[in-house]
């Protein structure tokens, strides 16, 4: 794949990035849903982040082309949707409510022992790749506040004390 | 993985609940949540068609007569659930249809993210068919050709419920071409979100659907006029819908009478609390229950704290105060005392909690969540919450409370597309308002008596 890569430029679209045909197809049967293509911006990018973990520079362009828009506009919708990617991620992402019920029922002190724990902060990655940490707006769990989410599972109310056992099963 | 460390994690998983068991749910009482079961499981297709389910959308296609159902829920005045309230009957009165109009859309903003919100979920995860019922009579008043469901993304499982529950609907005869044989065609598809707040606002929300960022566009024209691409479009919360096949089976009177002599809006409310009580939960309750008889289901504070304050339903309502408690908790009552009634979900605060890092809390959350569209809500709230951080750490100047007053004036109702700005401004306000002395307090050279004049 790297060999075959052209030389990188400042043009999006350019570095040699392709669908794969089946998120392609995924892309357009998507489309179906809705009177015009554009519609399915957010799924197609979400498709495209489900097989490569976030959204490279080249899908913005291969996406586009999909669906018969500009890739600015493509790139302006990834950029503007907090859980579309556009840098390489951790395997597993923690989300962290940080809204008012978290807030009032011991958010900071979980933020402060998920900080310790995994060694990074919001927006980083942890250096083995595992683990992402991003703020996340209200999970609506405030009756189990406080509450995070890792991939697709939500929790809550999780202590700090629960973290360790609960990370070790994302590897 | 140890066995144990799994059982663990498992306990951990958050699971939407109830409070009130079955036993204290009737049909005539408890038209959003008699049908859930004590379990918590799924109540699918043959469970719900048991429990009476689809009847609403039955005696609709038989009565054929679209006007019929708007006028009922006008009658009823379904106050919109999302926080709104803006009556439901009403925004479908507004809808274009006939003529040349082509049908349009309907929507279900199932995009729960205000903080302190977590009754949508319940409904989607435990009941799917009551909101598709609902939806059903949605677009046959407002002669909808399709309709979506807008769903956070971070709704993994009501995701997979609804789709489950839209397979059994379409094999039951009751989704696609030719409904019951009425010859009425629609069909509904889960339309999962990226993430952003700003998501819930109708307009925002009709963006994103149409694959853009989601920015709020300038009302007139009103979604029922020009929606989703140009067509008449009807955005309308989770629960509001859910409200709508009781009215229709059942009529407005009905409805009215729910809420007995509490209120002057009727119907019931998926009431909650959550902050530090002992057992946060929800209830459905008669619309118009005090804040008191919600917090008492609650088992009050936790470990014996004092409530301070409490924003009545979310975070973009205004704060009141333990005076409060006493009042109903409807549309009109809560507007009155500066606030508004919002999603009806509790959040107390107790006596030891700072105002100050509580509301800098709120703030970095609306600001994080502009869309940056609006001037006043782009680079307003941003510095609302520079000034909050400074007073939370004793570092405020004098002139900060007055420079907060200012801001938030700046982000009232009009000044901004949408309603983002002014819900970031009323807890800002309120807070001035009741807990001024806090803020003061962060101002680490107070003015003298004599500037202040």
Known sequence: MMADTPQKTALIGSDGFELDPADETAIIEEMDHYERPQAACIEALKIVQRRHGWVPDGAIAAVARVLGIGP??????????????????????????????????GFEELRHALVEQLGIDYGQTTTDGRFTLLPV??????????????????????????????????P | MSQSIASQRESLRY?????????ERHPDTHPLTWRLRDD???????????????????????????????ATMKDANVGGRGGGGFSAGLKWSLTLQGGDMPRGYLICNADEMEPGTFKDRLLMEQQPHLVIEGMILAALANNSCYGYIFLRGEYVTAGRVLNRALDEARAGGWLGAD??????????????????YICGEETALINSLEGKRANPRAKPPFPGQSGAWGKPSVVNNVETLCNAPGVILNGADWYQGLSGERTGNGGSKIYGVSGLVEKPGLWELPMGTTGAEILDRAGGMRNGRQLKAWLPGGASTGFLLPEHLELALDFDTVGKEGSRLGTGLITVVPREQSLVALVRNLEEFFAR?????????????????????????????AGDIELLDKLAADCGPAQTFCAHAPGAAMPLQTALKHFRHEFEQGISEPRTKAAEG
């Not at chain 2, 510095?383 to 951080?389: A, E, G």
């Open chain 1, 72 to 105: 600015g506009e493509v790139e302006g919708v990834a950029t503007f949707y907090s859980l579309i990617f556009r840098q390489p991620v951790g395997r597993h992402i923690v989300l962290v409510c940080d809204s008012s019920a978290c807030f009032l029922t």
């Open chain 1, 137 to 170: 707006c209200c999970l609506g769990a405030c009756d189990g506040a406080p509450a995070l989410m890792i991939d697709d599972d939500t929790y809550g109310p999780v202590s700090p004390a629960d973290l360790p056992g609960m990370l070790e099963a994302y």
């Open chain 2, 15 to 23: 699971r939407s609940r109830l409070m009130q068991p079955e036993a």
């Open chain 2, 40 to 70: 918590g499981e799924v109540v699918w297709l043959e469970e719900y068609l048991r429990k009476d389910g689809y009847q609403s959308v039955r005696k609709a296609l038989a009565d054929g007569d679209p006007q019929a159902i708007i």
């Open chain 2, 179 to 196: 409904i019951n044989g009425s010859g009425f065609d629609f069909d509904i598809v889960v339309h999962s979100g990226a993430g952003r």
């Open chain 2, 369 to 397: 969540e502009s869309c940056g569209w609006c001037t006043p809500c782009r680079d307003g709230l941003p510095w609302t919450v520079k000034v909050l951080r400074a007073l939370e750490s004793g570092q405020g100047e």
